[in-house]
């Protein structure tokens, strides 16, 4: 470890200082203070709110009555797991490649899927 001269050190797994040790040190410049103790926003984007849809009611059944992961289905398709949430979160629609595949994956006709579009359209 090193002295507290203004900076922040580094200890040896090279992470900075936890704040309640820079708190004891008399050597820390406020700055550095600040930029510990400030409230950081999430680097996220707003999401708008999901909601139900027949289309991912019935993906999300699918998955579930197999007893799957979202990570699981990701292993299993090459789908990402974040895609297919929001397809089961109605944030947005499958192009006819993914719908294809998780029909396949989860043995729905894509005739059901279809259907279930439809519904949620009208």
Known sequence: MGNHTGTIDKDRNGSH???DCLKNSTKV?????????KNKKSRR?????AHETNLGNLLRA???KRHLTLRDVEAETGLLS???SFLENGRSIP???TAHILCKFYGIPLKKLAAAFLQDEA
């Open 45 to 49: 984007p707003h999401r708008p709110p």
């Open 95 to 97: 192009d006819l490649l």
């Open 82 to 84: 974040g895609g297919v």
């Open 17 to 19: 200082f936890e704040r």
């Open 29 to 37: 410049t406020a700055n550095a203070m600040k930029h510990l103790t």
């Open 62 to 64: 699918a998955r579930e």
